[in-house]
C-alpha cells in the first residue's frame, strides 16, 4: 500500500511537471503466479507450494491434467451465450483452463481457482481476471444472430512488456497476438484486436488465450464490423453531400452543407468571449468569426481544446496551434472552450460531452456554418479530450487532429466503431502520453475507416526526421499518422531547424475536404 501511494504521488508530479497526460491509474495487483518453488509476486505475497495439486475440492469438473496442476472446465451452457454485437465481462466464462485451483484475488470468487478480483479500473466492470500464465484460457458463448461482421476490442492492463492475448472462434484464431499496455496491473486500455471479423449465424464458442500470461482482462468488447458494403447506386443528380451511413462519407471536396443559421442576418454570436449554462455548470468559450462574415457562405468550423496548464485564452493566443495563418481566405470559425475542472482539466464525466453539443448546437442555428466541415484539435489532455468526442460524435465531427494523445484520464465512451478522419501527432520518446498510447488511438480509426494495415507502417527513428505516413483509406475517411523523435509536444521541430512543420501538414489534412 505504501508502495502504490509513493508511487501515485510521483505520477501526479510527473503530470504537472510534463504537461498533463499521465494515467490516472492505480497500481494493484494482478501478476501471474506460476506456483514455483518459494514464488514471490509483485505484491509481495509469499508463494510457498511447490506445484503439487492438494486440491481437495468437490468439483465435478474434469481436472484433466494433474501432473501440470492444469484445471480445466468442460462445462458448456447455451443458456449464457450472449447475443453480439455486446461488451462480454471477463468474469462471465461458461468454461476455463486454470493453472491451479486458488483464487490468488478478492472481492470476486467463482469457486472455481480462475483467478478474480474486483477492479480498480476507472472505467468500472466490477472484476477483472488476472495472475494469468501462458496457456490458461477462458470460453465465452456468444450468439451471432443471423451472422455478420464483428469488430472485437478487450479492455487490458499489465506491467510486464510484451505480454500478450489471442482471441479465437470455434478453434480459429481471429485475432491475432494482441498485446496489452504496461502502465500498471491496474491501469487498462482499450485494445483494438481487429476491425471486421466473419461470424457465421448462430451460436459460437470464443476463447481468450493467454500467450504469455501477465494479462489482465476486464472486459472484452464485440461491436459491429465495418462490413457493409451498401454503394448507393443512386442514379439521381442530387449534388448535396450523401450523409447515409452505409454510404462513403462526404466526398472530398463536396458542395457544403448549410447549418440551420444560413441566412440569419442578425446572428447573436460576436467574436470574443462567452458564457452558457450547460448541464449545470457555467461554462466559457471564445469564439472567432471572420470580420467579413456572410450569413449566406456556410464556414468551416474548427474547435482548439487546450492542455493541462493552459486555457480556452492559450489557444487563441497560439492561433489555434498556429493553424490558424493558414487560413487565408478566411473561410473558418474557430472556437476555443474552456475546461471546467474536477481534477483534471476536461472532466471525467460527460459533462464536457453536453457542453461540447450544446455549443456546436448553438452556433450551428445562430451562424452559418458548413456542417460536413467540423474538426477538433488538441494537445495533451486537449488531445484526449478530442479523442474522447471521436469515439461517439462522428454524426458532428467530420475530423480530428491530436497531438500526444492517450485514451485516459478523462471521460472515455466506448467507441460506436464509426468512422472519421483522424490525424495522430507523437513524439517516439513521450515521456507523458507514451508512444502506444498514440498508436493505439490511431489505429482504432484505422480500423473502424476501413483502411489497408500494411505489413510495416512508416515512422521516425532515432536521430532522423519526421516521418508522415498517410494509410490508404477510403478518401472520404482518410488517417494520417506523424511520428518524430522527440517528446511531448505539439510543436515538434526536425534536427537541424528551427520551425515547426506540425501546423503545415495539419492544415493540408484539414483543408483537403
Not at 504537461?19 to 509476486?41: F, I, L, P, Q
Not at 443559421?261 to 468571449?273: A, E, I, Q
Not at 487532429?401 to 468512422?419: L, S
Request: glycine share 10%; proline share 4%; charged share 20%.
Amino acid at each position: 500500500m505504501i508502495r502504490g501511494i509513493l508511487l501515485w504521488s510521483l505520477m501526479i508530479l510527473g503530470l504537472f511537471i510534463a504537461g498533463g497526460c499521465t494515467d490516472n491509474g492505480e497500481t494493484g495487483n494482478g501478476d501471474a503466479d506460476t506456483d514455483s518453488d518459494s514464488d514471490t509476486d509483485s505484491d509481495g505475497d509469499s508463494d510457498g507450494d511447490s506445484d503439487t495439486d492438494t486440491d481437495s475440492d468437490s468439483d465435478t469438473d474434469a481436472d484433466t491434467d494433474a501432473d501440470s496442476d492444469t484445471d480445466t472446465d468442460t462445462d458448456s451452457d447455451s443458456d449464457n451465450c450472449v447475443s453480439i454485437p455486446a461488451r462480454i465481462e471477463a468474469e462471465d466464462y461458461i468454461n476455463y483452463s486454470e493453472s491451479d485451483a486458488i483464487n490468488e484475488g478478492a472481492g470476486c470468487d467463482r469457486g472455481d481457482g480462475v483467478d478474480l478480483e474486483t477492479t480498480q479500473d476507472n472505467a468500472g466492470g466490477g472484476c477483472n481476471v488476472g495472475w494469468t500464465v501462458a496457456d490458461e484460457w477462458l470460453e465465452y458463448c456468444i450468439d451471432a444472430g443471423d451472422g455478420g461482421n464483428f469488430s472485437i476490442s478487450t479492455r487490458l492492463a499489465s506491467d510486464v512488456a510484451a505480454s500478450s492475448i489471442h482471441i479465437e472462434i470455434d478453434g480459429s484464431d481471429v485475432t491475432g497476438s494482441i498485446v496489452a499496455p504496461t502502465d500498471g496491473w491496474q491501469v487498462y486500455s482499450d485494445v483494438v484486436g481487429v476491425g471486421n471479423v466473419a461470424i457465421g449465424a448462430g451460436t459460437h464458442t470464443m476463447r481468450v488465450v493467454q500467450e504469455t500470461g501477465n494479462v489482465n482482462i476486464n472486459w472484452i468488447d464485440i461491436g459491429s464490423g465495418d462490413a457493409d458494403t451498401d454503394t448507393d447506386t443512386d442514379s439521381d443528380s442530387d449534388t448535396d453531400a450523401d450523409t447515409d451511413s452505409d454510404s462513403d462519407g462526404y466526398e472530398l471536396g463536396n458542395t457544403p452543407v448549410e447549418s440551420n443559421g444560413c441566412g440569419n442576418s442578425s446572428p447573436t454570436l460576436t467574436s470574443g468571449p462567452h458564457n452558457m449554462s450547460s448541464a449545470g455548470l457555467d461554462r466559457e468559450y471564445i469564439i472567432d468569426i471572420p470580420a467579413n462574415y456572410n450569413p449566406n457562405n456556410p464556414y468551416r468550423l474548427i474547435f482548439g481544446m487546450h492542455c493541462m496548464g493552459s486555457s480556452m485564452n492559450g489557444v487563441v493566443d497560439s492561433e489555434y496551434y498556429r493553424l490558424k495563418p493558414y487560413d487565408s481566405a478566411n473561410n473558418t470559425i474557430w472556437v476555443a472552450p474552456q475546461g471546467y475542472t474536477d481534477s483534471w482539466p476536461w472532466r471525467s464525466d460527460d459533462k464536457d460531452h453536453i457542453f461540447f453539443e450544446e455549443l456546436y448546437a448553438m452556433i450551428e442555428s445562430d451562424l452559418c456554418i458548413d456542417v460536413s466541415r467540423v474538426f477538433s484539435v488538441g494537445f495533451s489532455f486537449g488531445a484526449m479530450y478530442t479523442n474522447g468526442l471521436a469515439q461517439t460524435h462522428q454524426n458532428i465531427l467530420r475530423g480530428v487532429v491530436v497531438y500526444a494523445t492517450a485514451d485516459y484520464n478523462i471521460y472515455f465512451p466506448e467507441n460506436t466503431g464509426e468512422p472519421l478522419a483522424y490525424m495522430g501527432v507523437h513524439g517516439l520518446s513521450d515521456p507523458t502520453c507514451p508512444f502506444w498510447s498514440g498508436q493505439q488511438s490511431k489505429d482504432r480509426f484505422v480500423s473502424n475507416n476501413g483502411c489497408v494495415v500494411p505489413g510495416t507502417v512508416l515512422e521516425a527513428i532515432a536521430g532522423g526526421s519526421h516521418v508522415t505516413y498517410d494509410y490508404e483509406c477510403p478518401s472520404s475517411y482518410p488517417v494520417r499518422w506523424a511520428t518524430f523523435d522527440g517528446q511531448h509536444t505539439d510543436m515538434p521541430v526536425d534536427p537541424g531547424q528551427w520551425e515547426t512543420w506540425a501546423p503545415a501538414e495539419s492544415w493540408e489534412f484539414i483543408s483537403q475536404f
